[in-house]
């Protein structure tokens, strides 16, 4: 059976900085491990999505001095104001959220520490060199560059475009560079450990150039977490920020919950694949965990060319789309129209066009015109299907080949391609309307077989797109559902088993319909 050695699905999204509100960006990534979680899980898997705050380190400690209160007031702030409100405006069905300053990980980070200090993993030496704190990384000189203009006579992040931080400091070091050769056999051995390939070739030239240890303390700020054997001490916000992973799901504290969960699915923003690829395993090895199942890199979102971010002001809130297209065409959109793994450019022009094109007219008219023939020509009564022809046939085959091929594509990480796959079967049905005309059947007696099975095959091609899109638009397709009759003839939606769902003749004939309203309503546009 095909992905039959999937068990479970555990997937992480990397944790948010909360020293500013969410943008799009963001978004992208909660969108896409919301989707692929809600697909596994009704696939039978069993299945936990865990998302999150980062909200130790210099940059929310100094924005929070900015802002003239603690930085826990402004944790809590933007946790509470913006980073949970983001769940609801993106309809997320995460399974937890932990926040760096949950108790649960403070006392699970602890344990870790001492755990590879009593194996021997930390020492204490001097760290002489740069830290970007827009980044919260200490940067090799190879990273910096010589600042210009405003910046001369400065070294600058080559990712930020601002002055890095000289430090000379006594600090907590673990021996990463120990674990060179177990990663290098990891990636080896596990081929689809990173993806894609081309983050993985960058990750594995990286290791190969040799890897130094890494400073996890700073002795010089206090916002963060103690370490438990030095309280001079404070935790480096990426050592503890990755932990999150494992203390969220029970590490130290519950062990059967964890082992239920743990490896996870990592999936993160290409910038930080060498965090999740290279130290977050070497953090696992030493403590003596398994690595993450995966780590898949996704691209950037790109507005006017560049990374958009709220540092080049080209940041979009999540709401400034959603209060316009709604929550579903965001999902949908970002999903459908960048290819999963690679950068991919938003452009208003863009999203109203697949939303006009794929969703209002596309699957929207469809799911309109088949329900109100199956109201005006059959008194809204899911026909009987008579003996199909190879039109009918067709249709059928669209069907079960999609939602196979749509399947494995959620396997592989390729929710585009996905959504590819299931419009074969909007752009199929709607073609087979045009030619099969039921509105002329509809007016010939002698007909009325013909109109059953086109009509039937139609409302079951609606029931196999509402069952496999529900992941990516849990509310449209519940109204696609209800419309269809289909709640109470065959049961909540969430219950329906997506690889199941391309078998063609499952909605009960005799079942009653019910009315759609326009699934994808006309914007209006101001202009
Ligand atoms: N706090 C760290 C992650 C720690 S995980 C142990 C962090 N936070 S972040 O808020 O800056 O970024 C979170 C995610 O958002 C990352 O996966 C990042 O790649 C993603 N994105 C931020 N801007 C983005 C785009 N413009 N496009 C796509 N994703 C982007 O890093």
Redesign the pocket.
């Known amino acids: 059976m095909a992905h039959s050695d999937v068990d479970t699905f555990f997937i992480a999204?990397?944790?948010?900085?909360v020293n500013d509100v969410p943008?799009i960006?963001?978004a992208?990534?909660e969108v896409a491990a919301d989707v692929l979680s809600r697909w596994m899980r009704q696939s039978g898997i069993p299945t936990w999505f865990l998302t999150g705050t980062?909200e130790h380190g210099q940059k929310i400690m100094r924005t929070a001095l900015a802002n003239g209160v603690t930085p826990r007031e402004w944790a809590d702030r933007l946790v509470e104001q913006s980073w949970k409100p983001l769940l609801k405006t993106l309809n997320l069905a995460n399974d937890d959220f932990i926040r760096t300053t949950d108790e649960r990980h403070e006392t699970a980070v602890k344990k870790f520490l001492t755990l590879l200090h009593d194996k021997g993993y930390i020492y204490q030496g001097e760290y002489e060199g740069f830290y970007c704190v827009g980044c919260e990384e200490y940067k090799p000189a190879a990273d910096v560059l010589e600042g210009q203009g405003e910046f001369e006579g400065s070294k600058l992040c080559s990712i930020h475009s601002r002055p890095v931080e000289v430090l000379k400091e006594e600090n907590y070091f673990f021996k990463m560079s120990t674990f060179q050769q177990d990663l290098l056999d990891l990636y080896a051995n596990q081929p689809d450990f990173i993806q894609p390939a081309s983050v993985r070739n960058e990750i594995i030239a990286f290791v190969n150039r040799g890897l130094e240890d890494l400073s996890i303390s700073r002795s010089n700020i206090d916002w963060g977490i103690e370490v438990p054997f030095d309280a001079d001490h404070v935790t480096y916000v990426?050592f503890e920020?990755?932990l999150?992973?494992i203390t969220a799901t029970g590490w130290g504290t519950d062990d059967e919950a964890f082992a239920s969960k743990w490896p996870a699915v990592q999936l993160?923003?290409?910038?930080?694949a060498r965090?999740?690829a290279v130290i977050w395993p070497a953090m696992l090895m030493a403590a003596g965990l398994a690595p993450p199942k995966k780590v898949f890199a996704?691209?950037?979102?790109?507005v006017g060319g560049e990374?958009?971010?709220k540092t080049n002001l080209t940041g979009i809130a999540p709401t400034d789309i959603t209060d316009v297209f709604g929550t579903d065409a965001f999902r949908y959109y970002f999903l459908r129209a960048i290819t999963f793994g690679s950068d991919g450019s938003f452009s208003w022009e863009d999203l109203s066009a697949r939303y006009e094109a794929e969703l209002a007219n596309g699957l929207g008219n469809l799911a309109s015109r088949v329900i109100a023939m199956v109201n005006r020509y059959r008194e809204g009564v899911v026909p009987t299907m008579p003996d199909a022809s190879d039109a009918d046939q067709a249709i059928s085959r669209v069907m079960s080949e999609a939602v196979d091929a749509a399947n494995t594509a959620m396997h592989n990480f390729a929710p585009h391609e996905a959504l590819a796959q299931l419009w074969r079967i909007v752009e199929a049905v709607n073609g087979y309307i045009t030619e099969q005309e039921p509105w002329a059947l509809a007016k010939d007696d002698g007909q009325a077989a013909r109109l059953d099975a086109v009509l039937y095959t139609s409302l079951d091609a609606l029931r196999a797109l509402a069952v496999t899109l529900s992941p990516f638009m849990p509310e449209t397709t519940e109204k696609l559902w209800v419309g269809l009759g289909a709640d109470t003839s065959l049961g909540a939606l969430q219950e329906q088993i997506i690889p199941d769902a391309g078998h063609f003749g499952v909605l009960p004939a005799g079942s009653a319909i019910a009315e759609l309203s326009a699934l994808f309503p006309r914007i209006e546009q101001d202009s």
């Open positions: 999204t990397p944790i948010f900085y943008h960006g963001h992208y990534t980062d990426w920020a990755l999150n992973y993160v923003g290409k910038d930080i965090f999740h996704h691209g950037w979102l790109l990374k958009m971010s």
